[in-house]
């Protein structure tokens, strides 16, 4: 496909807004392998919004776990609203574009999120990927994955938490573009270099 002159990444980077790549899925559907190899073909950076909860639980002296890591982030959320992380996070993320045009997300979990940054057309163009995996082979995935394996049960906990505490689901439903990762990871690179074609980048 050609790209078209309304695509985000037809233009040279000097030539266009900066443009905000958000990969968001389920646990367990490659999401983590998507945003990798985006990065490593592409040249992308890679903005973590997760950073202001690092932050937090480093000033508020907790002990960095996931445990606490989720505790501040709760609390975040409960006392500046369910676009906190997003709203604490983008003046650095304004600092990020100086330097980079086109930058991976990697930590958009609301639909308050989602609005918050999707604000500032006049900025920056925003555009999600969703991943997705059957449920049966993201329970495969997460129970032999090296770091914070999950049984069944807890990967269901974990969805549960998820979407009712986070929001996650409209961010997924309503992405721009949709990928299937039931397949192989050479299955999963190509369904993804088509999507940067829509979206006008050059071919890695």
């Given amino acids: 496909m050609k790209p078209s002159s309304s695509h985000p990444l037809s233009k040279a980077p000097a030539g266009r807004k900066p443009v905000l790549l958000a990969i968001v899925g389920m646990s367990g559907t490659g999401k983590s392998e998507a945003a990798k190899y985006l990065a490593r073909s592409y040249g992308l950076a890679s903005f973590y919004m997760g950073g202001v909860v690092l932050g937090e639980v480093e000033r508020l002296g907790l002990p960095d ?66 991943v997705h995996s059957n449920r049966a082979l993201r329970y495969s995935r997460l129970k032999t994955r090296v770091v914070r394996p999950l049984t069944p049960a807890e990967v269901d906990l974990r969805d549960r ?20 990762n039931n397949g192989t990871t050479r299955s999963l690179h190509r369904s993804l270099r088509s999507v940067m074609t829509e979206l006008g980048a050059p071919h890695p």
């Fill in 65 to 130: 776990s996931p445990k606490n890591e989720r505790k501040v982030r709760e609390q975040l959320r409960g006392r500046l609203g369910m676009d906190a992380i997003a709203r604490l996070a983008l003046p650095s993320l304004r600092k990020f574009f100086k330097s980079e045009r086109t930058v991976l997300l990697d930590g958009l979990y609301s639909a308050e999120e989602l609005t918050l940054l999707r604000g500032y057309p006049g900025e920056f163009t925003v555009v999600v990927i969703a």
């Fill in 161 to 180: 938490t998820e979407l009712q505490k986070l929001n996650k689901a409209p961010p997924i439903v309503l992405a721009d573009f949709h990928v299937c």
